[in-house]
């Protein structure tokens, strides 16, 4: 990232956004703002605005992180192999400016089998 684009990120975001979108944090456990939201509405990527994930897909997995099953479309999200615990995990990205938002995991209760777990200071929430 050039220097005069991350200039105006810090202007936009938080250090803990910053942290969590481009250094590939996780806010703690049960902390984030979204976590407990119930309202609808469609949840976008802090950074760029891009839709992510809608309220329809949301559920509570207990986990301390929003939750979801799937995302709004696919084409707005990608995949990448994350190995920085020592184990396989699947990251998840915002396909439009490459932030970091969390991991999927294959034991969603939900018939798409997915548990997209993501962290709140990567999101924006727009109600209906």
């Known amino acids: 990232m050039n220097?005069?684009?991350?200039?105006?990120?810090?202007?936009?975001?938080?250090?803990?956004?910053?942290?969590?979108?481009?250094?590939?944090?996780?806010?703690?456990?049960?902390?984030?703002?979204?976590?407990?939201?119930?309202?609808?509405?469609?949840?976008?990527?802090?950074?760029?605005?891009?839709?992510?994930?809608?309220?329809?897909?949301k559920f509570d997995s207990s986990s301390g992180w929003p939750s979801f099953d799937k995302p709004s479309q696919n084409k707005n999200i990608t995949y990448q192999d994350d190995h920085s615990l020592g184990i396989r995990r699947i990251e998840v990205l915002c396909k439009n400016c490459g932030a970091h938002l969390g991991?999927?995991?294959?034991?969603?209760?939900?018939?798409?089998g997915k548990r997209f777990c993501i962290n709140s200071l990567a999101l924006d929430f727009q109600p209906n």
Do not use: M, W
Not at 10 to 36: A, H, M, R, V
């Open 3 to 57: 220097q005069k684009k991350l200039e105006q990120l810090k202007k936009k975001l938080s250090q803990e956004q910053l942290n969590i979108c481009f250094l590939k944090g996780t806010e703690p456990p049960f902390s984030g703002k979204y976590t407990n939201n119930h309202q609808p509405g469609r949840y976008l990527c802090v950074v760029c605005g891009q839709e992510l994930f809608t309220s329809e897909a």
């Open 103 to 112: 991991h999927v995991f294959d034991d969603g209760p939900t018939h798409t």
